[in-house]
């Protein structure tokens, strides 16, 4: 199974950005897809999450500014940041919990991360 992100980049601050990331593999189902974060020095934090049934989440600091969605028929979940600021430049990585075919085993995939550097 893999996790791979795109959309990732330069942007100035008020801005907006639509990441991608899309799960291939083998896969039987997929449970929540989340995105994560993190800046040079700090630690990584949670950004949203949406479960397979679409509930979602967000950390504080992106309410109101940040979306995330999936579509299920692509294996694909999406997130959509608007009104960005300097303190939003990190690594974005994609995480999924995943049950794989055959055993049907739930395992927890991470994608390789993509560069949101947000400046003037």
């Known amino acids: 199974v893999q996790l791979v992100e795109s959309g990732g980049g330069l942007v100035q601050p008020g801005g907006s950005l639509r990441l991608s990331c899309a799960a291939s593999?083998?896969?039987?189902?997929?449970?929540?897809m989340n995105w994560y974060r993190q800046a040079p020095g700090k630690e990584r934090e949670l950004v949203a999450g949406?479960?397979?049934?679409?509930?979602?989440n967000y950390a504080d600091a992106v309410k109101g500014r940040f979306t995330i969605s999936r579509d299920n028929t692509k294996n694909t979940t999406y997130l959509e940041m608007s009104s960005l600021k300097p303190v939003d430049t990190a690594v974005y990585y994609c995480?999924?919990?995943?049950?794989?075919?055959?055993?049907?085993?739930?395992?927890?995939?991470w994608g390789q991360g993509t560069q949101v550097t947000v400046s003037s």
């Open positions: 995480n999924a919990a995943i049950r794989v075919r055959v055993t049907g085993d739930l395992y927890d995939y």
């Open positions: 593999g083998n896969i039987f189902s997929i449970n929540a």
């Open positions: 949406i479960t397979s049934g679409g509930i979602t």
